[in-house]
């Protein structure tokens, strides 16, 4: 069985969910890419993540927007 990437823990990063072996958020690695950094200058900037990873949490933020319920609100 393949260990997941993506992990929440309450004791790590209050649980948020992380990079495994990490204190690495979704969040981060989300809002780096947003700001116009590459998936290179992430791997350079924090050496413990992975192209794997990266795309991990991609997926996890994706599948996690997925499974919300919008319910419009009426004017």
Same mark, same amino acid.
Not at 43 to 69: C, K, N
């Given at each position: 069985? !393949?260990?997941?990437i993506?992990?929440?823990?309450? !004791?790590?990063?209050?649980?948020?969910? +992380?990079?495994?072996?990490?204190?690495?958020? +979704?969040?981060? +690695?989300?809002?780096?890419?947003?700001?116009?950094?590459?998936?290179?200058?992430?791997?350079?900037?924090?050496?413990?993540?992975?192209?794997?990873?990266?795309?991990?949490?991609?997926?996890?933020?994706?599948?996690?927007?997925?499974?919300?319920?919008?319910?419009?609100?009426?004017?």
């Amino acid at each position: 069985m !393949n260990k997941p990437i993506i992990t929440s823990d309450p !004791n790590i990063m209050l649980g948020k969910p +992380v990079v495994a072996g990490t204190r690495i958020t +979704v969040e981060l +690695v989300l809002r780096k890419l947003g700001a116009g950094e590459s998936i290179d200058q992430l791997l350079e900037s924090h050496p413990r993540l992975t192209r794997e990873a990266i795309l991990a949490a991609l997926e996890f933020a994706a599948d996690a927007i997925g499974a919300e319920t919008v319910i419009p609100v009426a004017k």
